[in-house]
């Protein structure tokens, strides 16, 4: 194997690598980019390098650059790990020796473990070497990097810088790869990574259904990319909201509306009376106002004066007087607070109800009592 030879693959390699890193080469064969493969196969050629103390066992220092020839077998485990062995006719030039030979045949194999980085491509690995050629065997560490660079679906190049250490001999050897392998089979789904899309503007939504590529970092946007338009800030897109001022921390429905919910309001009010009298002792009292009030504010409410009595004197009597009072009330009411005649009820229940069954002055004027309820069911925010 001529010097000519071992020149001319060298400048492939380079010229291969530097054509192949191009923008222009990654745009074209992007559609390739299948970095699923299980296994490869693949023949190579090598420019190699050898240490210029070989073979020191018999003076060395004529050993020139050489070239190799061979084949590997890859396979990965996972889309980080892989294994592979190779094998490689070598010859080597020689130059001023005293065995009046030009070139030194050989043979290597070696078996490696590579790690693929995150573009699951390109691979740094490390492995064990044997070489034996006319004048010596050894084994050597090895370690380097390398590409699969994608040619089409099941076809890849192959490009490698290795570097050699015999630690027997203090060997130190190069060596550049170059060469083409054919890639089949599949990783287990549960192994083969997601395939990330490009997101200029980071907004959760892929370039290639991005309509809005340069949307601010942070803004929400809509599945298409563009900005949602929200001005009273409910989550509800003005597009859908149908009340466009919520007020803040309001709860919202789909419509962008505050969520309602029905609750009944009770509002009481107590009036007092002397014995056997239907006459309101404290009619300025601040409850009938505000009981007037909460039926003029809400027009569905309805009221109840119900009139309560002791238990001093007849059931008959008791029942009328209560009667009475709460007939009272509604008076005042009416008149004094301005509330609705229509919406006022007015009961008597005479003695049937004591809130004290005690045969004491103290609990006969607890009996003596008016009580005034007025309930509606309203809608209310929730918050």
């Not at 949307?215 to 509800?236: H, L, M, P, R």
């Not at 419509?255 to 009010?269: D, N």
């Not at 002791?310 to 009416?334: C, D, H, P």
Request: charged content about 20%.
């Amino acid at each position: 194997m001529n010097f000519s030879f071992k020149k001319t693959l060298v400048a492939a390699a380079t010229l291969s690598a530097l054509t192949i890193a191009s923008p222009s080469f990654a745009d074209n064969h992007s559609d390739h980019d299948n970095t699923n493969y299980k296994k490869w196969v693949g023949i190579f050629g090598q420019y190699y390098h050898p240490d210029g103390d070989k073979p020191n066992e018999i003076g060395g220092g004529f050993l020139q650059d050489g070239a190799a020839l061979g084949g590997e077998f890859g396979i990965r485990f996972t889309p980080r790990w892989a294994m592979r062995i190779e094998a490689a006719k070598t010859n080597v030039d020689v130059d001023n020796n005293a065995f009046g030979v030009g070139s030194v045949d050989g043979q290597k194999i070696a078996a490696d473990a590579l790690y693929f980085q995150d573009d699951l491509q390109t691979y740094l690995f490390t492995g064990l070497q044997h070489a034996d050629d006319d004048f010596d065997d050894y084994l050597a560490v090895a370690a380097g990097i390398g590409k699969h660079w994608s040619l089409s679906e099941h076809t890849r190049l192959i490009t490698e810088a290795t570097a050699y250490h015999a630690f027997s001999d203090s060997y130190n050897d190069f060596s550049l790869k170059l060469g083409v392998a054919y890639v089949f089979g599949e990783i287990a789904p549960s192994y083969a990574p997601a395939k990330r899309e490009s997101d200029t503007d980071r907004d959760g939504v892929a370039d290639s259904i991005d309509q809005c590529l340069n949307s601010a970092y942070g803004e929400k946007v809509a599945a298409n990319g563009c900005a949602v338009k929200d001005a009273d800030n409910d989550g509800v897109a003005d597009s859908m909201d149908l009340c466009l001022s919520t007020p803040k921390g309001d709860k919202v429905n789909t419509s962008g509306c505050s969520v309602m919910v029905a609750e009944e309001i009770e509002v009481k009010l107590s009036a007092l009376f002397a014995n056997n009298s239907s006459v309101i002792q404290n009619p300025a009292d601040v409850k009938f106002a505000e009981f007037a009030d909460f039926l003029k504010r809400y027009p569905k409410a309805t009221g109840v004066v119900e009139g309560h009595t002791s238990i001093v004197g007849t059931a008959a009597y008791n029942q009328l007087l209560s009667q009475k009072r709460a007939e009272a009330v509604k008076a005042l009411l009416i008149s004094r607070y301005g509330a609705p005649a229509d919406r006022i009820t007015a009961l008597g229940f005479g003695e049937s109800q004591p809130v004290n069954l005690a045969n004491t002055p103290a609990a006969h004027r607890e009996n003596r009592r008016i009580i005034g309820v007025v309930k509606v069911m309203v809608e209310s925010k929730t918050k």
